[in-house]
Nanobody, 122 residues
């Protein structure tokens, strides 16, 4: 079992930056691939970025490629999402998730955090 807690959300102007963190409990964090998802009002939850258990392989949605960077520190049981050049369309609740496999993926995640709100004003 893994418990995930996101932090770092907030209100930022377009063009600004935020860094989200996801703190995980448990001793098996380094065995799980991790991901970030987001859900805007009235829209379905969508994949944003993923990272393999060892942190070597990453994957990004086309909409954030080149602006967002996912990373993890297995010694600290923490994953990050650095978000630069933010746009109003990035406004959403951002969720971190873990999957019981080492390979990065865009679906089939087993554990979810409660989410953190990111609002980008124009």
């Amino acid at each position: 079992q893994v418990q995930l807690v996101e932090s770092g959300g907030g209100l930022v102007q377009a063009g600004g930056s935020l860094r989200l963190s996801c703190a995980a409990s448990g001793r098996t964090f380094s065995s799980y691939a991790m991901g970030w998802f987001r859900q805007a009002p009235g829209k379905e939850r969508e994949f944003v970025a993923g990272i393999s258990a060892g942190g070597i392989t990453t994957s990004y949605a086309d909409s954030v490629k080149g602006r967002f960077t996912i990373s993890r520190d297995n010694a600290k049981n923490t994953m990050y999402l650095q978000m630069n050049s933010l746009k109003p369309e990035d406004t959403a609740v951002y969720y971190c998730a873990a999957r019981r496999y080492r390979a990065v993926a865009r679906q089939e995640y087993d554990y979810w955090g409660q989410g953190t709100q990111v609002t980008v004003s124009s």
